[in-house]
């Protein structure tokens, strides 16, 4: 299997990350969507990243379809908990955690432009969804705290959860670090960050600014 990938994807982290918690062998390719000779396309019709190509030829996209397939792949542990229940947890926090990101990039991509072609509204808009976003998760972590649960995300264990989390906690520290203090404004994330980023799945694949 193939996985294509922009280095600073925080979906496509999340998929990298996946695979080694798992130990599955992915092969990795970064690409340039920018480019001419962009391979993705081929294989993802909305040129977007991730993309896993399988042995087969076949394609899986985006990062949640990867990500179950993968966890399904393999029983070692099991990042989709199998309890129908728990894993609506799971996806709950994936959801909000992608959808922060999704803002989060919206907002990245409207500020790349020249100033006076930015919308202000719109940045405002995202950057309030990603605010209002990050503080329902630290809620939600407060909540687990007072009823006694360990630092991770769902049912005390480590899950799909935590990795969507932190994959977007890297990504708006790395993009608005500057505007955003999590260790002020959202201490309980700010600690699920430094237990994930002890992890070897995170540390090796750390985005680059």
């Known amino acids: 299997m193939k996985l294509l990938y922009t280095l600073n994807s925080p979906y496509a982290r999340k998929v990298r990350i996946v695979a080694a918690e798992k130990h599955i ?17 081929q294989y993802n019709p909305l040129g977007k990243v ?3 190509i399988l042995d087969d030829g076949d394609s899986l996209y985006d990062s949640t379809v990867i990500v179950e397939y993968l966890d399904n792949r393999t029983p070692v542990a099991h990042l989709l908990p199998l309890d129908s229940n728990s894993k609506i947890k799971v996806r709950r926090w994936e959801a909000l955690a992608d959808g922060i990101c999704d803002a989060a990039v919206a907002t990245t991509m409207e500020q790349r432009k020249a100033e006076s072609m930015q919308d202000a509204n719109f940045i405002a808009r995202q950057m309030g969804k990603v605010s209002l976003g990050l503080q ?54 700010a600690e699920l960050q430094i237990a994930l980023h002890k992890r070897p799945s995170f540390q090796d694949s750390q985005p680059v600014s």
């Not at 062998?25 to 396309?41: G, S, T």
């Not at 969507?164 to 203090?181: E, K, P, Q």
């Open 50 to 52: 991730p993309v896993l």
């Open 136 to 189: 329902v998760l630290n809620d939600d972590l407060t909540k687990n705290n007072a009823l006694g649960k360990s630092k991770w995300c769902v049912n005390g264990a480590f899950s799909l959860a935590d990795i969507a989390v932190g994959c977007m906690l890297s990504y708006v520290n790395l993009r608005f670090s500057t505007v955003i203090d999590l260790a002020t404004d959202y201490p309980n994330l």
């Open 25 to 41: 062998e992915i092969r990795l390719e970064e690409v340039v969507l920018a480019a001419p000779d962009c391979p993705v396309k």
